[in-house]
Structures are given as structure tokens and as C-alpha cells.
């Protein structure tokens, strides 16, 4: 199953889409959070900490999507 590659970036939130080739289906959406200028200390430490997470989210998700092609013998 080839997959394409779609990356954007909107100012400083960028974003990347990895779809199914042949069916145009989306197998993975990723967008960077955008900065919101009134929060606390406290919650701007939680958004760091989930923009962190949705990083190694996205990672992960692509390693797995990859070891599915290699062991379907797509790669």
C-alpha cells in the first residue's frame, strides 16, 4: 500500500497528513497546537507537556505504519 506525503505549514503551526495512496483514505493527521497568548503559567507547562506527547504520538504512530508495510512486504 504506497502512502503519500501532504505537509503544510501556516505560519509557525505546522501539519502533516500521510494518506493511503490508492484509496485517498487519511491513515494519520497531525497539526501542530496553536499558542493561545491567555493562559497561565501553569496551563502554557500542560500545553508544553501535550504538544510533547502529540510528538512522540506522531512518531509512533508513523513507526507503526511503517512496520505494517515491511511486514506486509510493501517496503
Given amino acids: 500500500m504506497p502512502y503519500c506525503f501532504n505537509t503544510a505549514n501556516r505560519g ?3 501539519s502533516l497528513q ?3 495512496a490508492t ?3 487519511v491513515r494519520l ?3 501542530y497546537p496553536r499558542q493561545d497568548t491567555c493562559v497561565s503559567e501553569e496551563e ?3 500545553l508544553q507537556l501535550r504538544r510533547e506527547e502529540a510528538i ?3 512518531f509512533r504512530r508513523s513507526f507503526l505504519l ?3 508495510r515491511y511486514l506486509k512486504g510493501e517496503l
Fill in 18 to 20: 500521510i494518506c493511503d
Fill in 12 to 14: 509557525a503551526n505546522p
Fill in 66 to 68: 511503517t512496520s505494517e
Fill in 56 to 58: 512522540h504520538d506522531l
Fill in 23 to 25: 484509496s485517498g483514505s
Fill in 29 to 31: 493527521a497531525w497539526k
Fill in 44 to 46: 502554557w507547562a500542560l
